[in-house]
């Protein structure tokens, strides 16, 4: 037909537009009757937006009405047009009233022709089919009205779809996700659509919709999509259920559920927090079981079980919730805003991960959250109560990634910073509680921890150039709070306190010192109601940064003028509480005293006299109550006295002069502080005394006739004192307490100072500083600073117990604990009061009479191993009095026959530049003693100790203190190492001496000490046994490397270097005890291996197996058979040491153990029994000893080494397996073996506990097991059981 269909020309179009007639459309303006020029620069969606604002359209605000894609499909006269208020068949309604208009303007030939049509195209029951559709239509929409007044004028939500069951399949469909194109216009339609009549419809979804594809599977942590209905093309599917909605037939089912039911529960009977609760509260109409709020629901409980054992889950307190309760907190207590899971509480990776975020204020309370972790983490190792004990071990891993998190928020304005800030403090400054007032040393060993294995501190990785540069432009600022900016100032000064290194990182970084300065210490004065107070803190750190280094002290002389304003006014009228401006006061005067130890600064003595004489004036004064600072000028009083002993040793020269120190008579104001001190300020006398004596030992050098008058005044004033006044009470009371708390530690240790040993040797070393002081007082009042013994000294002192207190102390068992890893790393510096003691005590002891010169010695070789970096003067001054004390008539006096050789080449005197050099540190590291010198003022690079890792025993260290027990052998260190030591390169033009005459010396002098401690009965300071070896081993390997085809002799073959050696080596021989024989042996650990030794030599970059190789390479190519050499050989073939030392002598120098001869009596060992037990193993090394015994001759104490470990892995009884390798090694004995070694093999016989048999004995036992060992020969073979026969006995 020539007419389109009817269906087909319907167009949709705005139902509420009315029908107008048709006008002409006038497109000319008023002007030109032309039409307007349309410019098409805008774009259609601008033209449309144009045009909706012309006309003044608004944007709908009620929700659109999603029509269902079926409906499209119906009949046309099945549809209506939307109404615009968008109820659920309004589009319907409209649709038939717009149809039937049409259908009534057409004529009765028109509807003909179209009913017609639609009978041609549907059949003749059409008008049946579209009946009954509006009859259920009609039906459909009285139910729903019916069911509206049910359940009331609250519309239900659409619900979402349920998975489809498994193997249930639906059919096919159009697809949900976009609907179905609409039917294709009539062709005398030339206008397309228009926006507004544009309508978006959507898919009606039916039960089976829905589908799980296997091929993509849903993500763990998303919902699963709803997809289109499964096609033959996408392959095998399966259903996961149809779904049951909201309907509402089931909402009738709720509301006739019978009374008590879970449906029926209010909201405020129910649990806060459970899932019916928020389905209550939140989504009322919502099923119970609905699958889209499966979110609220908690996870299996097997799923909680195991998250909980696996992670440790911390509250907004930084307290581990435990984890039966993580499970069952509420929600409302904010721990459960984390990752995935239903636990509460977070993980540790949960608040790293949220310290990043970009929500500040969720930033700030994470890393609040970590500070308080690492609050209690510090505490883990020591307390586990205080601590987090399922965080133990991990400690420093943990805290470098705290640390990490606050250096990467420290920048930040606001909470942020100033919570990273605090972390930062906990993990820096907190971190080591109590250390914050220890000076005087590195405390590099901190940052390592207790138990950490790890070479590389937390501290240590801090980028320190951020840090600090940050931390400067935070002072210069100061928008932080007055809290957070002391926290940053108490970090830098704890990274001071770290190490050296950081001290200078600190004062090179620009502006870091004067910013500190400016922001809490050049405060107004007087103070506004606004201003921050100074803070005497500031001025300890700056005192740490100048203890540092030299360099970072010369920084602080510049800053150190503005310091003056706290010495200007006296505390009683400074514009500050007097609390505070005495604490300022003294630690200003405290910061001087530092400064003057490197003898800077000491000219404000004269720039600034007037202030400081009236400084003086007020600590003599009853008005002055505060001995802190009566102890700070006593110190500075004391640093500038030292200063002036030798102008040309400040810097500059001439900062101070001896007449200056006269002239203002500070030896008498020092003298009249002892009026204004009670006995009980014990930490006041000390400094009185230092004070004194630092005037008087200036004096000898500049007063006349030696100080003599000085030296008269003060004593006019402390002699009576000392024999029956203060000074005798205060001595008193620090002998008895020091003795108290010697024995209170020697009690309480466990072969380490622990942190609980701190606050008694703290206590210790108090007492220790009164008792040097007095000591030191009595030495500077004699008339000469050389040791000789006084006829009477210049006041009472309790000698004798103040010798038996130095006794006691030199032999206790902290020293040796004291380098144990469970020692605290900065227990040196708490010991270090200690050996100041014993060192004045060691001067003192040269002047007493009655102290023969061979008990001084004694004292000194064991008081030398005492020192401590510092001490080096001390050190140097007691080895040149020990040389000088050894002399021909020393020696004959005690019955020692010395060759004349030896003193007509000057004695040892040719050895003390030697002993010297090895005492001397190098320039970069010298240390300030604990009592500053003038030598010290110009020489010293730092006035804090070194760590305790940098002072190891056995380590080749830059340190020369502690010395170890065997640094007499020094003298041949440096011929070993004569190319590269420096001490050849000073050596005075008169020296001559030769190799031979240095080792003589050398030994002579090893003897003696050995001899005199021995005699004083100070044992621990004996050297080992191991020592003793290795030395001796440096003998002989002077010649390593040497030419031998010149005449001179080996130094080893010098028969007075012979007998010496010998003379040494002789109370370490196995014929020197009896207890050499028992067996089993003493614990290997009782002393140190001899490889352990030769690392202080050798270093660790030289294992002391290379060592023996050359010394065996070298016994080889010239020993020619030399029993002292052949007899150092043997203590590496001991069954402590690895079998490495073995295998090479015996297997690779298999030709050199005919050489060695040495007897068993002369082995040098504490048991013969280490080279006997346990039995060897290594196959290679049993090989060794068969073919060293076959070749022969083997013999003396190498033989019965290698019979007894043949022994022994042949016969059963000695311990042998007896399986297939050793009747395969006793057939090899007696095939290859001659009469006489197969003798010794089968008949050996050794105890296993009690006494070592010896040959011949251990050959000529008898008893049953000669019958078990011919036995077992005949499981070898008939020939060997009967060679074995007539050794063994008949059956």
Request: negative net charge; charged residues 25%.
């Amino acid at each position: 037909m020539a007419q389109s269909s009817l269906v087909g020309s319907i167009l949709e179009r705005n139902p509420a537009a009315k029908p107008s007639a048709p006008s002409i459309r006038s497109q000319a303006t008023a002007k030109t009757g032309f039409p307007a020029v349309q410019h098409r620069s805008q774009s259609a969606f601008a033209r449309a937006r144009r045009d909706a604002q012309k006309t003044g359209g608004e944007r709908p605000r009620e929700v659109p009405v999603v029509q269902s894609s079926s409906s499209l499909n119906l009949p046309v006269s099945e549809r209506k047009p939307a109404s615009s208020a968008g109820g659920a068949d309004s589009w319907r309604e409209q649709m038939e009233e717009d149809n039937l208009r049409q259908v009534q303007s057409m004529t009765e030939e028109e509807r003909e022709q179209e009913r017609a049509e639609i009978l041609e195209k549907f059949g003749p029951n059409v008008v049946e089919v579209l009946r009954k559709a509006r009859t259920a239509r009609e039906g459909k929409r009285e139910d729903s009205g019916n069911e509206k007044q049910e359940v009331g004028a609250t519309p239900s939500p659409p619900s979402s779809p349920s998975r489809p069951r498994i193997g249930e399949r639906t059919r096919s469909h159009n697809s949900i996700l976009r609907p179905s194109s609409p039917p294709p216009t009539s062709a005398s339609s030339s206008r397309p659509p228009s926006r507004a009549e544009r309508k978006i419809r959507f898919a009606d979804v039916t039960p089976g919709d829905i589908h799980v594809y296997e091929s993509a599977p849903p993500s763990p942590r998303r919902k699963a999509l709803a997809l289109p209905s499964p096609t033959d093309s996408d392959g095998p599917t399966v259903s996961l259920g149809a779904w049951r909605g909201s309907t509402p037939k089931s909402l009738r089912r709720e509301a006739d559920a019978p009374e008590g039911s879970a449906e029926d529960v209010k909201v405020d009977k129910l649990e806060e927090g459970t899932p019916e609760d928020i389905r209550r509260r939140f989504f009322p109409t919502a099923p119970t079981h609905d699958p889209s709020l499966e979110w609220i629901q908690s996870a299996p409980e097997q799923e909680l079980e195991a998250e909980a054992e696996s992670t440790i889950r911390f509250d907004l307190t930084g307290t581990p919730i435990p984890a039966h309760i993580s499970s069952k907190l509420p929600t409302h207590l904010g721990l459960h805003h984390h990752a995935e899971g239903s636990h509460a509480g977070y993980t540790l990776e949960d608040i790293f991960l949220l310290s990043r975020s970009t929500v500040p204020a969720q930033r700030a309370s994470m890393l609040g959250l970590l500070a308080k972790i690492a609050h209690k983490l510090a505490r883990t190792s020591a307390d586990s109560k205080k601590g987090i004990p399922e965080l133990a071990g991990q400690e420093l891993p943990l805290r470098k990634r705290m640390l990490a998190t606050g250096v990467e928020a420290m920048a930040e304005r606001a909470s942020v910073g100033a919570r990273a800030i605090e972390l930062l403090w906990e993990c820096i400054v907190w971190w080591d509680e109590g250390v914050q007032s220890l000076d005087g040393v590195e405390l590099r060993d901190l940052d390592l921890g207790t138990s950490a294995t790890s070479t590389e501190g937390a501290l240590s990785t801090l980028p320190l150039d951020y840090m600090l540069t940050q931390i400067a432009n935070t002072f210069a600022v100061g928008d932080l709070p007055s809290e957070t900016l002391v926290q940053l100032l108490e970090i830098l000064h704890r990274l001071a306190q770290h190490s050296n290194t950081n001290a200078t990182s600190i004062v090179s970084t620009k502006g870091l010192i004067a910013n500190t300065l400016q922001r809490f210490l050049l405060t107004p004065i007087p103070p506004t109601k606004d201003s921050p107070l100074p803070n005497p803190f500031a001025l300890k750190f700056l005192r740490t940064i100048a203890s540092s280094t030299r360099e970072n002290a010369s920084a602080l002389v510049d800053p150190a003028d503005s310091l003056l304003r706290f010495v200007i006014s006296l505390p009683p009228s400074f514009p500050f509480e007097p609390a505070l401006a005495t604490v300022l006061l003294s630690e200003t005067l405290q910061l001087y005293a530092a400064l003057g130890s490197y003898g800077l600064y000491a000219h404000v003595a004269t720039t600034a006299q007037e202030h400081f004489l009236q400084l003086n004036r007020y600590v003599l004064s009853s008005e002055c109550q505060s001995q802190t600072l009566r102890r700070a000028w006593l110190h500075l009083l004391e640093a500038w006295t030292i200063n002036a002993h030798d102008p040309h040793r400040t810097t500059p020269s001439h900062e101070i002069l001896w007449s200056q120190v006269v002239g203002w008579g500070w030896i008498d104001d020092v003298l009249a502080i002892r009026e204004r001190v009670s006995e009980k300020d014990e930490d006041v006398w000390p400094c009185i005394w230092n004070a004194a004596a630092a005037f008087l030992e200036g004096a000898r050098i500049n007063g006349l006739r030696n100080g003599e008058d000085e030296r008269s005044a003060v004593l006019t004033t402390v002699k009576d004192s000392f024999a029956s006044g203060s000074e005798k009470r205060v001595v008193d009371a620090a002998l008895k307490d020091a003795r108290e708390l010697l024995g209170k530690l020697s009690s309480g240790m466990r072969q380490a100072i622990l942190p609980t040993d701190v606050p008694v040797l703290q206590r210790l070393g108090r007492h220790a500083n009164t008792l040097a002081a007095a000591i030191r007082l009595l030495l500077s009042c004699t008339p000469r600073s050389s040791p000789e013994p006084l006829p009477d000294p210049p006041f009472v002192l309790p000698f004798a117990d103040i010798s038996s207190l130095c006794a006691a102390i030199t032999n206790h068992p902290l020293w040796s604990g004291l380098y144990t890893p469970e020692s605290i790393p900065y227990a040196h510096a708490l010991c270090r009061p200690l050996s100041t003691l014993l060192s004045c005590y060691l001067q003192l002891s040269q002047s007493i009479p009655g102290i023969s010169p061979d008990l001084w010695m004694a004292q000194a070789f064991a008081i030398l191993v005492r020192l401590f970096p510092g001490d080096e003067d001390l050190a140097q001054r007691t080895a040149v009095a020990i040389a000088e004390t050894l002399t021909e008539d020393f020696l004959q006096s005690k019955g020692w026959s010395i060759p004349d050789v030896i003193w007509q080449r000057g004695g040892l005197s040719i050895i003390v530049p030697f002993l010297k050099y090895s005492l001397r540190a190098k320039p970069e590291s010298r240390v300030g003693p604990a009592w500053m010198t003038p030598q010290s003022i110009s020489i010293a690079s730092t006035q804090r100790l070194p760590p305790l890792s940098a002072l190891t025993p056995n380590e080749r260290r830059d340190q020369p203190l502690p010395i170890a027990r065997d640094w007499l052998f020094s003298p041949l260190d440096h011929l070993l190492r004569s190319g590269e030591s420096e001490v050849f390169k000073n050596l005075p033009s008169s020296w001559d001496a030769s190799e031979a005459e240095v080792v003589r010396a050398t030994l002579l002098l090893v003897r003696v000490s050995q001899e005199v401690l021995k005699f004083h009965q100070l044992g621990s300071f004996l050297m080992t046994r191991e020592e003793v070896a290795f030395g001796c081993m440096k003998v002989f390997m002077l010649e390593h490397g040497q030419q031998q085809s010149d005449s001179q002799e080996e130094v080893f073959r010098d028969s007075i270097v012979e007998r010496f050696m010998a003379d040494l080596l002789a109370p370490f021989s196995a014929s020197a005890s009896a207890k050499t024989l028992k067996t089993p042996p003493p614990s290997i650990h009782t002393s140190d291996s001899i490889d352990t030794v030769a690392k202080r030599f050798l270093g660790s970059a030289v294992p002391f197996y290379q060592w023996y190789t050359d010394f065996i390479g070298l016994y080889d190519s010239i020993s020619f058979a030399h029993p002292l050499f052949a007899r150092l050989l043997l203590p590496p073939l001991s069954m402590r040491y690895p079998v490495d030392y073995r295998k090479y002598l015996w297997a690779d120098f298999n030709h050199v153990m005919r050489t060695i001869r040495v007897p068993p009596e002369a082995v040098i060992t504490g048991s013969i029994a280490e080279y006997l037990w346990p039995v060897e193993t290594d196959a290679e090394v049993i090989g060794a000893y068969l073919r060293a015994l076959v070749k022969g001759p083997l013999d003396g104490f190498v033989r019965l080494v290698a019979v007894h470990h043949v022994a022994c892995r042949v016969w059963p009884d000695l311990g042998s397996d007896g399986e297939e390798k050793a009747q395969k090694l006793l057939r090899a004995v007696v095939d290859q073996g001659g009469h006489e070694v197969v003798r010794e093999i089968v008949l050996y016989r050794q105890n296993r506990e009690g006494t070592i048999m010896l040959p011949p004995v251990c050959f000529e036992q008898q008893g049953g097991w000669r019958s078990s060992r011919l036995e077992f020969a005949g499981k070898c073979g008939a020939d060997v059981r009967q060679r074995l026969k007539n050794l063994l006995g008949s059956e």
